[in-house]
């Protein structure tokens, strides 16, 4: 069955933090990118998003990133950054209103059920009337994950969507986490699409249906993670010497060696 595709890209390059990348993103894949920090993931990401100026073309939906206004472009992807340098003074249930769409914001049931699945698994409910300045860190990364996925919510059509998301998994527990993994597979199953960074490679081996590794701005492999989730690839993009533990039978990667 062809897939749709959702995001086309050509020739993609920003300054000197990503060199030259094409590649094309269909509905329903989960992509992580992989790669040492400062490889380029964040810049790419953002480029991504449209937040960041770059060279050669990104076409979302067959049309030029560049003719979407600022409404329609977020109506169609949502982007979790890894930090913002002022928090806003609302409360939660303020802040995640500004990012349900005008349609559902009346009575539609099922609207309102997505944002009470959103809030109970990610155990917000309690902190809805809550001023924002007063949260924790992992309570302030929960209330930004949850709006992402309201910005973009279609309860019909979610095919063409997608949600990028930078270290997500910050201040998150391994509950939480769960719940976010939860919710992307469920949003990809729905044909959304995500794109995400991130750090543990038997997360993503686990989790993604293709990773992009980068080096240096330059996309090094692209594929399926037990087409590319090599010890040489893996060794080639963090610079260090990295193997596939043999005495699991689950695939975890540990460092062999600092000397490089």
């Known amino acids: ?17 990503i060199v030259n990348l094409t590649e094309m993103i269909f509905a329903g894949e989960q992509i992580h990118l992989l790669g ?7 810049t790419l990401l953002a ?14 939906n067959n049309q030029d990133i560049n003719v979407y206004s600022v409404q329609e472009l977020g109506r169609q992807r949502a982007y ?22 005008l349609t559902s914001r009346s009575s539609d049931s099922l609207s309102v059920n997505i944002v009470d699945s959103l809030c109970l698994d990610f155990q917000l409910t309690p902190l809805l009337h809550k001023s924002i300045n007063q949260l924790s860190g992992g309570e302030w990364q929960r209330v930004r994950i949850v709006a992402v996925f309201l910005q973009v919510w279609d309860s019909n059509q979610l095919c063409g969507k997608f949600i990028l998301f930078d270290e997500p998994t910050n201040n998150l527990d391994i509950i939480q ?34 990773i992009w590794m980068i080096k ?3 996309m090094v492999a ?11 690839n893996l060794s080639d993009i963090f610079m260090s010497e990295i193997r596939l533990s043999e005495s699991s ?12």
Request: charged share 20%; net charge positive; glycine share 6%.
């Open 36 to 42: 040492a920090n400062g490889a380029g993931k964040s």
């Open 177 to 210: 986490q769960a719940n976010l993994d939860k919710w992307i597979k469920y949003f990809c199953h729905c044909l959304g699409t995500v794109i995400m960074s991130g750090h543990n490679l038997s997360h993503t081996y686990k989790n993604a249906s293709r």
């Open 216 to 218: 240096k701005g330059l």
């Open 249 to 260: 039978a689950n695939k975890i990667w540990q460092i062999i060696s600092f000397d490089d």
């Open 80 to 101: 979790l950054p890894q930090m913002i340098n002022s928090l806003p003074i609302l409360k939660v249930f303020q802040y995640l209103d500004l990012f349900l769409p």
């Open 222 to 232: 692209s594929g399926k993670p037990d087409d590319v989730m090599t010890d040489s």
């Open 1 to 17: 069955m062809n897939m749709k595709r959702v995001i086309e890209i050509n020739n993609l390059s920003v300054a000197n933090r």
């Open 47 to 60: 480029a991504l998003s449209g937040f960041l100026d770059f060279d050669g073309q990104v076409l979302i």
